[in-house]
T-cell receptor, first 117, second 113 residues
Framework: AQTVTQSQPEMSVQEAETVTLSCTYDTSESDYYLFWYKQPPSRQMILVIRQEAYKQQNATENRFSVNFQKAAKSFSLKISDSQLGDAAMYFCAYRSYSGGGADGLTFGKGTHLIIQP | GAGVSQSPSNKVTEKGKDVELRCDPISGHTALYWYRQSLGQGLEFLIYFQGNSAPDKSGLPSDRFSAERTGGSVSTLTIQRTQQEDSAVYLC???????????FGPGTRLTVT
């Protein structure tokens, strides 16, 4: 079974600074997807960014980018120019490529990101 | 367009009662998922529906939990004889096809007293 580990329960960053959230995972599969989801107090899980394991290029979405190290099984999220609206719980998630989706997403425990004004 | 909707938003029930949680996926999405989010266990995958196909129920925590999806659209998660450990936020998600991004609803917070 796959596992996802987020070792930082809480992170704090000054507004406009850059912060990196860590995620490691364990799998024996070679093809899979990795995601970062954001969950504000409203409870709505919002997809931040997606990475396909077969792609060597790191995914980017505006101020959000990832550092995907397949051999190290590491998938960190970098948030540049942090904004107050970025404050939320961030979850790293793994999805098997095979199985037709029957396994769902495997989530880490989450990192609570605090933005200091 | 409209996102995934869930009802009720919050539900308080007495131990031993049955509850039904509803999920309306995004129109056209064939895949539907249920997850449970609790302080102790984090986010757990419960069950997955693909269209009208019979789901794999092995992820459900006990035989008190059941789920159905009618007409390949709306889904209901039913918990019978609720226990205090069932207290959690129940999240529903849908996607166009199974491997693609899942879009989540706002969840139902269930409190069992």
């Amino acid at each position: 079974a796959q596992t996802v580990t987020q070792s930082q329960p809480e992170m704090s960053v000054q507004e406009a600074e850059t912060v990196t959230l860590s995620c490691t995972y364990d799998t024996s599969e070679s093809d899979y997807y990795l995601f970062w989801y954001k969950q504000p107090p409203s409870r709505q899980m919002i997809l931040v960014i997606r990475q396909e394991a077969y792609k060597q290029q790191n995914a980017t979405e505006n101020r959000f980018s990832v550092n995907f190290q397949k051999a190290a099984k590491s998938f960190s999220l970098k948030i540049s120019d942090s904004q107050l609206g970025d404050a939320a719980m961030y979850f790293c998630a793994y999805r098997s490529y095979s199985g037709g989706g029957a396994d769902g997403l495997t989530f880490g425990k989450g990192t609570h990101l605090i933005i200091q004004p | 367009g409209a996102g995934v909707s869930q009802s009720p938003s919050n539900k308080v029930t007495e131990k031993g009662k049955d509850v039904e949680l509803r999920c309306d996926p995004i129109s056209g999405h064939t895949a539907l998922y249920w997850y449970r989010q609790s302080l102790g266990q984090g986010l757990e995958f419960l069950i997955y529906f693909q269209g009208n196909s019979a789901p794999d129920k092995s992820g459900l925590p006990s035989d008190r939990f059941s789920a159905e999806r009618t007409g390949g659209s709306v889904s209901t998660l039913t918990i019978q004889r609720t226990q205090q450990e069932d207290s959690a936020v129940y999240l529903c998600a849908s996607s166009q096809e199974a491997p693609l991004e899942q879009y989540f609803g706002p969840g139902t917070r269930l409190t069992v007293t």
